[in-house]
């Protein structure tokens, strides 16, 4: 069983940074791609951001240009760093790893974006 240690989430006031790590227990490369789900209070999970296997990367348009995907092979971690937040990026973040058909989530980590 694949597992997904995440961090970084917490508090910070608009126009702030954060920057959220996603450790998986199997090398990164063992991954067809990983992303960065959010889902906010009544609404349904999302995909923020994504990077294959092959280092490309993908962005909802809302974080484009805000949010940056990234990897860091040696720490075998991939972060989320998130500029400019908004109230509205406000939601539990989610790691996500998939692996041939097969889909692995991590335990979400809060962001909250609040003056």
């Known amino acids: 069983q694949v597992q997904l240690v995440e961090s970084g989430g917490g508090l910070v006031q608009p126009g702030g940074s954060l920057r959220l790590s996603c450790a998986p227990s199997?090398?990164?490369?063992?991954?067809?791609?990983m992303g960065w789900y959010r889902q906010a209070p009544g609404k349904q999970r999302e995909l923020v951001a994504a990077?294959?296997?092959?280092?490309?990367?993908t962005y909802a348009d809302s974080v484009k240009g805000r949010f940056t995907i990234s990897r860091d092979i040696a720490k075998n971690t991939v972060y989320l760093q998130m500029n400019s937040l908004k109230p509205e990026d406000t939601a539990v973040y989610y790691c996500?790893?998939?692996?041939?058909?097969?889909?692995?989530w991590g335990q979400g980590t809060q962001v909250t974006v609040s003056s």
């Open positions: 996500k790893a998939d692996e041939w058909g097969m889909a692995y």
């Open positions: 199997r090398s990164i490369f063992r991954f067809n791609a």
């Open positions: 990077i294959t296997s092959g280092g490309s990367t």
